[in-house]
């Protein structure tokens, strides 16, 4: 099974405020996640790429997995309107020919 | 060059009209996707193609078919599509298919 659950929101919060933006799965054999933003009608950019567990930092996103808990985040600091978007966590096993799933992607509105 | 490029932006087809989609990489990726993206949903996986092989084909009706000429470009043929065909069409490239992917604008199609 390779569902991932995410909460489609949407989640409105006030410029300045941390973002806590979260995803959960079920497939144990997944082991590289991301995270990607995607503008109305545009394609998917990618935010960060995280390989197993762990914590990474880029600027103001960090992006944490939590394999035991099969829980994955991304934090982003100092919101900012420009960050109102769908954030969209993605998942593969690796290890051959494989697409990504994905999470069904956030709504996230920084309100100014 | 690091961005993944496709072309049309746009494209109106009838529903007896052939036409194709691209997408061009010059990043050096050995894997390529094509993904369909209906409205608030999430990208959904169509074709992967490795080492300009197809690896994988997610039971998509053979009015789509897709070809790899080389390793830097990855076509989309059309034909005889419905209107619940209309979609943004999402190309992706990774440098193998354990690592993140990176997406294009996409194609956003209309069949009328």
């Known amino acids: 099974q390779k569902e991932v659950e995410q909460d489609p929101g949407p989640l409105s919060v006030p410029e300045g405020a941390i973002v806590s933006l979260n995803c959960t799965y079920s497939?144990?054999?997944?082991?590289?996640f991301m995270w990607y933003r995607q503008y109305s009608r545009k394609g998917p950019e990618l935010l960060m790429y995280?390989?197993?567990?762990g914590n990474k930092e880029d600027g103001r996103f960090t992006a944490q997995v939590d394999k035991s808990s099969k829980y994955i985040s991304l934090f982003i600091r100092d919101s900012q309107p420009s960050d109102s978007a769908t954030y969209l966590c993605a998942m593969r096993e690796g290890g051959g020919a494989d697409g990504l799933t994905f999470g069904k992607g956030t709504h996230l509105i920084i309100q100014p | 060059d690091t961005e993944v490029t496709q072309t049309p932006k746009h494209l109106v087809m009838g529903m007896t009209n052939k036409k194709s989609l691209k997408c061009e990489q010059h990043?050096?990726?050995?894997?390529m996707y094509w993904y369909k993206q209906k409205a608030k949903k999430p990208p959904e996986l169509m074709f992967v193609y490795s080492y300009e092989k197809l690896s994988i084909n997610e039971s998509v009706p053979s009015r789509f078919s897709p070809e790899c000429p080389n390793s830097s470009l990855l076509n989309l043929h059309l034909h005889a599509l419905q209107p619940e065909d209309s979609a943004l069409y999402l190309c992706?490239?990774?440098?193998?298919?354990?690592?993140?992917?990176?997406f294009g604008p996409g194609t956003r199609l209309t069949v009328t």
């Open positions: 995280t390989y197993s567990s």
């Open positions: 990043m050096g990726h050995r894997a």
């Open positions: 992706a490239s990774s440098q193998d298919v354990s690592v993140e992917s990176l």
């Open positions: 497939n144990s054999a997944f082991q590289y």
